[in-house]
């Protein structure tokens, strides 16, 4: 690698983060001041409303929204103390936990979700 072109992948590096912070820092005020949810508990709900029946296994919420099992443990932690989700257990395996939706969680995610892609277009496309 020469020079100039390590020089180069490193200045888009240093441009994706910045992008990155950007998109992450607005997204992250405007749900939080208009819907009262973090950037994660958003993904979270996303997640959810979109699989099968409104739920899915703690491991694969813990890889959409990028943070650690025990992170996202206390992530679900939060969305069940405000009534958003449950965890049941699996009917086939009894040591599966599943996290679902619940119908108040279903709500506030409809209510964020127009937040959230008006912020999404905004910062990465630059719509008003």
């Not at 072109?5 to 240093?14: A, F, G, I, R």
């Not at 997204?27 to 979270?44: D, I, M, R």
């Not at 959810?48 to 296994?57: F, M, P, W, Y």
């Amino acid at each position: 690698m020469t020079g100039g072109s390590e020089q180069e992948l490193v200045k888009e590096w240093h441009g994706l983060l910045a992008r990155h912070a950007t998109v992450h820092s607005a997204l992250e005020q405007e749900l939080q001041a208009e819907h009262g949810l973090s950037v994660s508990e958003f993904e979270a709900l996303e997640l959810l409303a979109s699989s099968d029946h409104g739920k899915c296994r703690g491991q694969d919420l813990t890889n959409v929204v990028h943070l650690s099992q025990s992170a996202a443990s206390r992530l679900v932690a939060r969305l069940e103390r405000g009534g958003l989700v449950e965890r049941v257990m699996c009917d086939l395996d009894r040591r599966g936990i599943f996290v679902v939706l619940t119908d108040q969680g279903h709500r506030r995610y409809d209510d964020a979700k127009p937040t959230h892609r008006s912020v999404l277009a905004r910062t990465l496309r630059g719509e008003d």
